[in-house]
C-alpha cells in the first residue's frame, strides 16, 4: 500500500446529478495548486439519477480520486462513516456535495491544526462571529436551526453552537477512534460524532467559515429536526457510560481565518 496522505476529503453523495459535477470541478482545480499529498472520496449512496456513472465518469483520470459504490440508501451518517473509515490522509475532512463551505476554507483548518498540535477536531461554526454568511437560509430554517441547537445543548451539553455545520475535520487517530463507534445513520450523526470525541477526551475547537446556503438542500426542515431530536435522545443514552477521560472538553474559542497559499 502507498504511503498514507497528508490530506482526505471524504464527500457524501446522494441523487447529485446536477451539483456534484461542479463540485468535482472545483475539488480539482483546488488541489492543482497543492503542493501535498491528498486523497478524495466521493461516497456515492444508491441514486436514482446516475450520480455514480457521473462522478466516476468524470474523476476517470484523477488519480487521487476514488468513487465509492455505498450500497442502498442509509443516510448520510453511513454514507459519511464508510468514507471516514477508509480515509487515509493525516487529516480527514468531510464535506457537503453542494461545498455550501468553500473549498478555500479548507487551508486555515490545515494551518491550525498545524499551529495547535493539541486539537483533533475542527469544525466550521457558521455562527462564529468571524463567519461570513453569503447567502443565508430561509428564517425559518435559520430559527429551526437555532431552536435545534438549545435543545441539543440542553439534552447532550455538548459545548458547540453549530452541529450541523457539514464541514469537519480530524486527526487520523480521532477520525479512526470516533467513526468506528459511530452508529447513527441520519442526520443526527454529527452531534453523535462531536458526542463521542468528548467522551473519548478528545479536543475540539470551532472557526469561523465563509458559507453560502443551497436552496436545494435535501433536509425537511420540521420532519428531519424532530427525527435529529428523537435520534439525539437515544444517542445520549447509548453514550452515558462510554469512557471519558479526566480532562475530556470540548472548548468553543474565537480563531481567526486569515486567507493562506495552497502551499500549507
Known amino acids: 500500500m502507498s504511503e498514507a496522505p497528508y490530506l482526505s476529503i471524504v464527500v457524501p453523495a446522494y441523487n447529485e446529478a446536477r451539483r456534484l459535477p461542479p463540485t468535482l470541478t472545483a475539488l480539482v482545480e483546488f488541489f492543482r495548486g497543492f503542493t501535498r499529498t491528498y486523497e478524495v472520496l466521493i461516497v456515492v449512496e444508491q441514486s436514482t439519477d446516475g450520480t455514480l456513472e457521473i462522478a466516476a465518469k468524470q474523476v476517470a483520470q484523477q488519480a487521487h480520486f476514488q468513487v465509492i459504490d455505498n450500497g442502498p440508501k442509509r443516510g448520510k451518517g453511513h454514507a459519511v462513516r464508510s468514507g471516514m473509515l477508509r480515509a487515509r490522509g493525516g487529516i480527514v475532512f468531510y464535506m457537503d456535495a453542494d461545498?455550501?463551505?468553500?473549498?478555500?476554507?479548507?487551508?486555515?483548518?490545515?494551518?491550525?491544526?498545524?499551529?495547535?498540535?493539541?486539537?483533533?477536531?475542527?469544525?466550521?461554526?457558521?455562527?462564529?462571529?468571524?463567519?461570513?454568511?453569503?447567502?443565508?437560509?430561509?428564517?425559518?430554517?435559520?430559527?429551526?436551526?437555532?431552536?435545534?441547537?438549545?435543545?441539543?445543548q440542553a439534552l447532550v451539553g455538548v459545548g458547540l453552537r453549530d452541529t450541523q455545520c457539514g464541514f469537519k475535520a480530524f486527526r487520523q487517530a480521532a477520525c479512526r477512534e470516533i467513526f468506528s463507534r459511530q452508529t447513527v445513520e441520519g442526520f443526527a450523526f454529527d452531534v453523535e460524532v462531536l458526542l463521542l470525541a468528548e467522551k473519548l477526551g478528545y479536543v475540539a475547537e470551532d472557526l469561523p467559515v465563509e458559507w453560502i446556503n443551497s436552496p436545494e438542500s435535501k433536509v425537511e426542515i420540521v420532519a428531519d429536526s424532530l427525527r435529529m431530536l428523537r435520534d439525539t435522545w437515544q444517542i445520549r443514552r447509548r453514550l452515558r457510560h462510554v469512557h471519558r477521560a479526566p480532562d475530556a472538553r470540548i472548548r468553543v474559542e474565537s480563531h481567526g481565518a486569515a486567507g493562506a497559499g495552497h502551499e500549507t
Not at 141 to 147: H, L, P, T, V, Y
Request: no cysteine; hydrophobic share 40%; proline share 7%.
Open 99 to 152: 461545498l455550501s463551505v468553500p473549498l478555500a476554507e479548507v487551508l486555515p483548518f490545515l494551518r491550525h491544526f498545524e499551529e495547535t498540535p493539541k486539537v483533533d477536531v475542527l469544525i466550521g461554526n457558521r455562527q462564529h462571529a468571524g463567519s461570513r454568511i453569503t447567502r443565508r437560509q430561509s428564517p425559518l430554517r435559520e430559527g429551526m436551526g437555532k431552536i435545534f441547537n438549545r435543545v441539543l
